[in-house]
């Protein structure tokens, strides 16, 4: 496994343009459950006679909001947690000059907590609050004094992704010399979609279990995100 790190860390010297796809296994370390891993939110199937995915739609915010917002608060809380040793480590190699970008499937926003500047959110944050009537905005839930409904910014079940955050994300994949994949099982779309535009020399996955696209990476890490950039900024340093 040290070998791997010390890899790791070579591809990093020589790498000028490195950019990081991170999914919910970076944000485990700090606390919070992934999706579909081992422990992940999706295998508990019936939460109050309803399954996560459905809960978490378009359809069911408007229909049930008394349960999504009980399944947000129970299941999906980011008060408290902080940002763990590897998003520090992305910050720390974007100060360096060799992360360009941080494309997260994540709502936590961890990694600006931890000091990366670039970073594309392809599914939104639960930092942000709107209210669809009048547009005011929090960094919490609130109650809009329009009586408009107020919901988080983040991409439901059954709507589109943004459209500018997706494009970039692409761009910035299209520019990559290194593409570091962090945390997901690269099963659902877009996620394997995004791997079809990099065209670059190295590719790396940092993922706990077997990914569909394992295969193709120069460079597979068993290893959780925290460990395994503590160890690699070790030996940069």
């Known amino acids: 496994m040290e070998s791997n790190f010390k890899r790791l860390a070579d591809i990093l010297k020589e790498s000028n343009y490195v950019v990081f796809f991170t999914g919910a296994g970076a944000s485990t370390d700090s606390g919070l459950k992934d999706f579909r891993g081992r422990n992940g939110l999706y295998n508990e199937r019936n939460y109050m006679g309803y399954e996560p995915e459905e809960i978490l739609s378009h359809d069911f915010f408007f229909a049930h909001r008394d349960i999504f917002d009980k399944y947000l608060v129970e299941k999906l809380s980011i008060n408290d947690v902080k940002p763990n040793a590897g998003h520090k480590a992305l910050a720390e190699l974007e100060k360096m000059g060799k992360v360009k970008a941080v494309i997260t499937q994540n709502i936590d926003n961890l990694h600006q907590d931890g000091g ?39 991409t439901l079940y059954g709507e589109m992704l943004n459209e500018e955050v997706t494009a970039e994300a692409i761009k910035e994949i299209k520019k990559a010399d290194t593409l570091i994949i962090v945390g997901t099982s690269l099963t659902v779309y877009p996620a394997a979609y995004y791997l079809n535009y990099f065209k670059g020399k190295h590719l790396i996955i940092i993922n706990e279990t077997p990914t569909s696209q394992d295969d193709r990476a120069e460079l597979v890490i068993r290893t959780g995100f925290a460990e395994t950039m503590t160890k690699v900024m070790e030996i940069l340093k």
């Open 116 to 154: 990366s500047r670039k970073v594309l959110e392809l599914h939104g944050t639960l930092k942000r609050w709107y209210c669809l009537s009048c547009g005011k905005t929090s960094d919490k839930s609130f109650k809009c004094e329009c009586g408009g409904t107020v919901r988080p910014d983040v």
